[in-house]
Every structure is written in structure tokens, then in C-alpha cells.
């Protein structure tokens, strides 16, 4: 996904023209990246030919197309294990590495969100019996626009098929919410 977007293209040339005659160290950044930091990240893009980009930067999902598919990937992402680590870890009984296992059981980076997002306030558990039919007719009508968790469901469509549905309840809801959120950059509506 990051390819996609040209970011590791992008990331590879820039390091690539930093480094272009050999290890380039930057004392700016000392106090964040000392030298010793800066040189492992050298060795290491060196190594991975500058296709492995720091993904513990923030970067917007805006245009992300699948966003469960990019978030797989990331949270999959594991930590190297050196030679020696991964010797001594063949060598443990299949319990012993069970027991690692159970205390390591959550894999993956952590996760925040911008100041915007802690702002947001949940979302209503319940929902009168119009909406819940153009829920309904929305699923019917295409099944992939819809994504069920155990705890929630995302309905992915635009206003365009909302008309074509006559989903009038969910297209005013809609209309509601973005003149609340955005108000100077609608009219006011003149009861």
C-alpha cells in the first residue's frame, strides 16, 4: 500500500541522494538521532536496498482504498530477530515457547489518533425502523459495501447511490451532520 502511493519510491530516492557517497551523518538531528542511531538506519536501508521505510511515522489514511488491508499488513509487521535469537529459540522445548508465545500474544504496533479523532463522540447503538430498512435495502443491494465486526458494521456507499435507493432518512442524516460539522461552509437552511 505504501508503493501504491509512491512512498517508498519517493523514501528510497531520498535516502539514496543523501547517501550517495556513503554514510552521511546529519548533527542537526544529534539530540533525536545520535550517531550511532543514524548509522544503524544506514546499515539497515543499505541492506534492505531502501525498500523498508520507517512505518512507525504517522501518515493519513485519507487515500487509502482498503484500509483493514493496510492495517493487517502494518500491525503484521514483526520484529527481526538476529541469528544468534533465533538459535536460542529453536533450542527451547515447545513448551518453554509456548510460554513465550502467551506472554507476546498481542503482535504488532501501538496505535493512537490525531486530537481530531479523541473528539469524536461514539456512535448510537440504536436506530429508528427507516433507517434500519435502507440499512437493509443498501445490503441488499450490494453486499461487498458492507463490513461486520463483532462489535459494529461500516456501510461503504456514496450520496449517488443513496439516491438511486431512495435511502431519503440516511441522505438527511447525512446532510444534518455536515451542515452541524461544517457550518460556515453551508447556508442556513430557512424553515
Known amino acids: 500500500i505504501q508503493q501504491k502511493l509512491g512512498y517508498v519510491t519517493r523514501y528510497r530516492e531520498n535516502r539514496m541522494d543523501w ?23 544506514y546499515r539497515d536501508g543499505m541492506q534492505t536496498g ?17 484500509i483493514k488491508a493496510y492495517l493487517i499488513k502494518y500491525m503484521g509487521k514483526n520484529k527481526k530477530y538476529t541469528d544468534e535469537e533465533k538459535e ?5 522445548t515447545e513448551e518453554e515457547k509456548y510460554i513465550i508465545r502467551a ?3 498481542i503482535n504488532g504496533r501501538l496505535w493512537s489518533c490525531s486530537k481530531n479523532l479523541v473528539k469524536l463522540e461514539g456512535g448510537h447503538t440504536a436506530c429508528c425502523s427507516m433507517i ?8 441488499k443491494n450490494d453486499m461487498r459495501c458492507v463490513y461486520n465486526s463483532d462489535y459494529f458494521h461500516v456501510y461503504t ?4 447511490m443513496l439516491i438511486k435507493l431512495n435511502c431519503t432518512a440516511l441522505l438527511s442524516c447525512f446532510e444534518d451532520f455536515i451542515r452541524k460539522r461544517f457550518p460556515k461552509d453551508y447556508l442556513p437552511i430557512i424553515v
Open 19 to 41: 547517501h550517495k557517497h556513503g554514510f552521511n551523518y546529519d548533527p542537526k538531528h544529534e539530540r533525536r538521532w545520535p550517531y550511532e542511531r543514524q548509522l544503524k538506519a
Open 50 to 66: 531502501w525498500d523498508n521505510p520507517n512505518s512507525v511515522d504517522i501518515h493519513s489514511l485519507r487515500h487509502i482504498g482498503n
Open 88 to 92: 536460542a529459540y529453536n533450542k527451547l
Open 103 to 105: 506472554k507476546t500474544e
Open 132 to 139: 434500519y430498512e435502507e440499512l437493509e435495502r443498501i445490503f
Open 157 to 160: 456507499v456514496d450520496t449517488a
